[in-house]
């Protein structure tokens, strides 16, 4: 796993990156799955 900045510096990642971000904020708050087990 490539470090924020790799990701921040590269444009052709920076979607991916902030996908990934949104990806991982909405499934490590409200985390559907824990609650569903």
């Known amino acids: 796993m ?3 900045q790799e ?6 990642n920076s979607t ?3 996908a990934q971000s949104l990806y ?6 409200p985390n559907p ?4 087990r």
């Open 2 to 4: 490539l470090s924020n």
């Open 7 to 12: 990701f921040m510096m590269s444009g052709s």
């Open 16 to 18: 991916y990156w902030f």
């Open 24 to 29: 991982t904020q909405g499934f490590n708050y």
């Open 33 to 36: 799955y824990a609650s569903r």
